[in-house]
């Protein structure tokens, strides 16, 4: 840990107990996941999410525990756009005392009339909805790279206004490489009135095996949270590796994290344990 007046802290988010188990053969049971949480507390994590909650019955269940006994970070659940999810979401993280609600909008229907017009409500109302139990919102454009630049744009803006703290822009496929992804980024950031309103995140997957090379990139255009995974833990080819990333940063002239790098091997190897399965 090295905070200094001339460097920028990149927020960690680390989804190990939610999205490592879209990956075959991973799964925690709900006192993996405190132990889990424990040890992501233990390293300086700034937010960790630990399920979610209106897909899965026990994500519920662990993130009420979870919410009840770690007070030093901020407990993240996901939830789409739906109300029910996001009144899930709220109802588990109550007692946490630092709590976020995530939630992810997909955009399935561009070409059709008015589809924008509707995405733009469903963005507004459930951002609104989940601000009624909490300041901390965090809203993911799903597929956020093949919209079109100009829709982006808007559902982003749009987002902002409606009070979301932070804006995720996932390469949900993996498909972009450093150069396209720090491109659209850059021409996001740039286009959006108020991005200056809210952290800029991105969660990138590893199916071409540039999730780290493209989450580091995107520090250069103004991205301050990564989003990622002990081990690179993930859907299909996994994610970021929390590790891997978090000691690129160490290296970096202009960025820090809080994380506590003399814990990363142990906590490599605990969910190595676990799950029997290490990408990174």
């Known amino acids: 840990m090295q905070a200094t007046s001339l460097k920028s802290k990149v927020i960690i988010f680390d989804t190990t107990l939610r999205d490592s188990e879209l990956m075959a053969g991973v ?3 709900t006192q993996q996941k405190m132990q889990l949480a424990q040890m992501l507390a233990a390293l300086g994590v700034d937010v960790i999410e630990a399920g979610y909650p209106g897909f899965f019955r026990k994500d519920y269940d662990a993130l009420y525990m979870i ?26 993280i109550k007692p946490a005392l630092r709590g976020r609600i995530h939630i992810y909008t997909p955009f399935k229907h561009q070409k059709e009339s008015g589809a924008l017009a509707t995405d733009l409500e469903v963005i507004q109302e459930s951002i609104k909805l989940a601000r009624t139990y909490r300041d901390d919102i965090e809203w993911s454009a799903f597929d956020a790279l093949n919209l079109e630049a100009d829709n982006l744009c808007r559902v982003v803006e749009t987002a902002i206004k409606s009070g979301a703290t932070t804006i995720n822009i996932p390469d949900t496929f993996g498909e972009a490489s450093p150069e396209t992804f720090v491109k659209q980024l850059d021409r996001l950031i740039q286009r959006v009135p108020n991005i200056d309103q809210a952290t800029i995140s991105v969660h990138c997957h590893n199916d071409r095996g540039l999730a780290i090379a493209n989450s580091i990139a995107a520090l250069n255009v103004g991205v301050r949270q990564i ?24 290296e970096h002239s202009q960025f820090y994290t809080d994380i506590d790098a003399t814990g990363l091997p142990d906590a490599s190897t605990l969910v190595h344990q676990m799950t029997g399965i290490k990408l990174a």
């Open 227 to 250: 989003e990622c995974t002990i081990n690179g833990l993930g859907a299909r080819k996994g994610n970021a590796d929390l590790v891997a990333v978090v000691q690129s940063i160490a």
């Open 67 to 92: 919410s009840k006994q770690i007070k030093e970070t901020i407990i993240c659940g996901l939830a789409s756009s739906k109300p029910d999810e996001i009144v899930d979401v709220a109802l588990a």
């Open 27 to 29: 799964k925690f049971d």
